[in-house]
């Protein structure tokens, strides 16, 4: 059974950072674009970064270019996005999602997890 | 950027009932779409990718038409289980796209 579990998630001051992480489980991780897609509340979804199975490709969107890093490590089965100079627009709930039919159509979606930014 | 625009941005509809959703890209993705469900406090769940192929495990009451700049989800029988919001997403280029959302209410 596919598996996707975000943690890292919780509360920081603007101009702080965070890191998520997103456990993988039941595929063969190093065969899958990953994305990191958020939902701020009460909002729409927006994708924010993805990275090519090999970690060698890395997509952004241009509201967190040069703030967040994506990055995985395919011997640990895990996904992780590096936040730093957060904002308050950033506040949002953030999904781990398997590219299943291309780069960026996503099969599996793991549960979220929430990023507050505020003083 | 492509703007992705659904309409209508809510439904209320009854179970039986055929319902569409519209979404218009500002410019040609070829079927670089999909079609996203979204419950309340839930991750959002794949329904249709390339346009019009049904994600495994997908009811065959969804489906998914259209090409270049317009496109459209149908239910043809609202089940129960179908109330809640759907995204539309274009992957043609990056950065990739969503639609507002269309929430589908029971009337």
């Known amino acids: 059974e596919v598996q996707l579990v975000e943690s890292g998630g919780g509360l920081v001051q603007p101009g702080g950072s965070l890191r998520l992480s997103c456990a993988a489980s039941g595929f063969t991780f190093s065969s899958y674009w990953m994305s990191w897609v958020r939902q701020a509340p009460g909002k729409g979804l927006e994708w924010v970064a993805n990275i090519k199975p090999d970690g060698s490709a890395k997509n952004y969107v241009d509201s967190v270019k040069g703030r967040f890093t994506i990055s995985r490590d395919n011997a640990e089965l895990s996904l992780s996005l590096q936040m730093n100079s957060l904002r308050a627009e950033d506040t949002a709930v953030y999904y781990c999602a398997r590219g299943g039919f291309s780069d960026a159509v996503w099969d599996y979606w793991g549960q979220g997890t929430l990023v507050t930014v505020s003083s | 950027d492509i703007q992705m625009t659904q309409s209508p941005s809510s439904l209320s509809a009854s179970v039986g009932d055929r319902v569409t959703i519209t979404c218009r890209a500002s410019?040609?993705?070829?079927?670089?779409l999909a079609w996203y469900q979204q419950k309340p406090k839930k991750a959002p769940k794949s329904l249709i990718y390339a346009a019009s192929s049904l994600q495994s495990g997908v009811p065959s009451r969804f489906s998914g038409s259209g090409s270049g700049t317009d496109f459209t989800l149908t239910i043809s029988s609202l089940q129960p289980e179908d109330f809640a919001t759907y995204y539309c997403?274009?992957?043609?280029?990056?950065?990739?796209?969503f639609g507002q959302g269309t929430r589908l209410e029971i009337k």
């Open positions: 997403q274009q992957y043609n280029s990056y950065p990739i796209t």
């Open positions: 410019q040609g993705i070829s079927s670089w």
